[in-house]
């Protein structure tokens, strides 16, 4: 049997059911964003880790040096903001083949501590090797929050508000474009390439959020929504209902795509990689919560559906208020 | 310029230093095994991290999934005990190509298990991707220690003992028949090969000696002596004398290579993954402390030289009490 036959979360079950070990009291193993493990004072540590390969998650002909550091950086504090915890500090592991550009690797450098500064995230520790083919980046981050927050995965309830932090679909859209490095490229089509670089992290949307008792379940989105809000469903053992058209888009996508729904439908929720996060909350509290976030972030919570009671393999999606529209497979390493 | 032309230790000091950050107090980042961040009730956690590339560091024609779990967990838990720190836990990212066989992967998980069990260290997270070629594994390994441990590469003084916890060289000669697989293999050459693929973790011994307050450094052994020591000496800003005949070595190596003293010490010095601790102690003190540790752990510490002033970049090596040997340069990736 080959590791194409069991996809990635068939392999990561099989692993995390041979590796079971009971966790010590205020360990949070496998199955959020982060890890927890006890922080002094009665806060909580939050732990991620990230593996880019080249050729699988970037192809070095088509990003700079700065873009790519910025970008591994920025994949791994989006699960510290999907955790509400703050950046601490940041491993950095890196395998390059022998003829890697030492003026890319100052640039990737760069990239990388330019949003590390403005996270108060330092570079830690780390590891260097050779590789036989192309750049491979793992990022380990490490993140403190209170002791007190209990957000994660498995507490969606019925009935609860299901939001976004920000606009989808621009990032997978631009991915398209560096794909197909011959398609023309106009202003907006370099604008969504740039989307796809640089995601915007959400570290204090994260932690005001995480705060917030009303606030049952978050993670970030990385494959598209219609792939992660899956993770969410089964650990909290509910469905969703999705309202296509209140899917958020941005003008810059609305421009390209406006006059295909299936378009920008498509590019929400399979796009991939917007780092926005996704939130279940008590629907008794939306609207206040709304009102207080966007105070503080001049953005809004954009609700797309609700929380049901249901098969969480099957999600609801509705269009216009009619019927369910049938929505294609989610994304997944190796299938 | 190419990345060979700056090496391994050039291309990290060159990435140190474009990301410098001022740390918080009671973190400390790249210098060490371990980058150290505090922990409950004055403690405080030790990290590390290893990468390990297929071609580069094994070959799965040579080693099973089961030795690959094990040894890829092994290193990381060396660095913790080369800190002083007990397990915590442990975070593993696997790059994988998608016709990868599951049954390897599941042996994979088995020996990685085996030795997370022995020393109560459970996974707690990870990431999965595609890989283009071969496999690719980096584990990020969290343990702890007591607050007042203050060992580290950079506390040696002159006359201190140099001393090792363990014979050296085995796990180099053993690399050899990997790399040579027609080479005619006896039972010596398997014990070698074995010791290869299954270096003993120094966990306890780490512990024990970190709390010594005779203890000034300790790293552990992962590119071999004559390399290793050199980040002792430059982080302290000492030399050594290694004495040639005092390295232990295996009655295994003996029995391949006792008829050849340089061949011995080419393995002691330059072999490469042995995973013992390399350690140096106070000289007034070093007599009751190994005692001690013979006592608790029944092996002995192997002195093998001295810390004296002079040039971190020189090594003085010593046979028989007589004169200055040359050796050879050390082992470092892209060089």
Redo the contacts between chains.
Sequence with gaps: ??????G?FG??S???S??H???PEG?V??GDD??I??????RQ?A???????????FLTSEISGNDLGYKALAVNLSDLAAAGAEP??A?????????????F??SF??G??GL??QF?C?????????????I?I?I?V?GIRDGNITVSRANSQPGDIVCVTGALGDSGAGLEYILAPDKERDSTANALIRRHLHPTSRIEEGKFLARCKYVHSMMDLSDGLASDIKHILERSGVSADIELDKLPTSPLLQQKYGNSPSKLYHYALHGGEDYELLVTVDSKHFADLNVEYQKRFGTALYAVGRIVCGDPQHVNYIENGFGTMPIGSSWE??C
Excluded at 1 to 6: F, L, Y
Excluded at 37 to 42: E, F, N, S, V
Excluded at 91 to 103: I, K
């Design positions: 049997m080959k590791i194409k036959d069991i990635e392999f990561i099989r692993l995390a041979r590796c070990q009971t966790l360990v193993g496998i982060c890890a493990i006890p922080a002094p004072d009665g540590y732990i991620s880790t990230d593996l880019l390969v080249e050729g699988v998650h601490c500090g491993f950095l592991s890196m395998a390059l083949p022998e003829d890697a550009d030492v003026d690797l100052d450098a760069d990388f501590n590390a500064q108060h330092p570079l830690l520790g780390g590891d260097t090797t050779l590789s036989k083919q192309g491979i793992n380990c490490i390493h190796f």
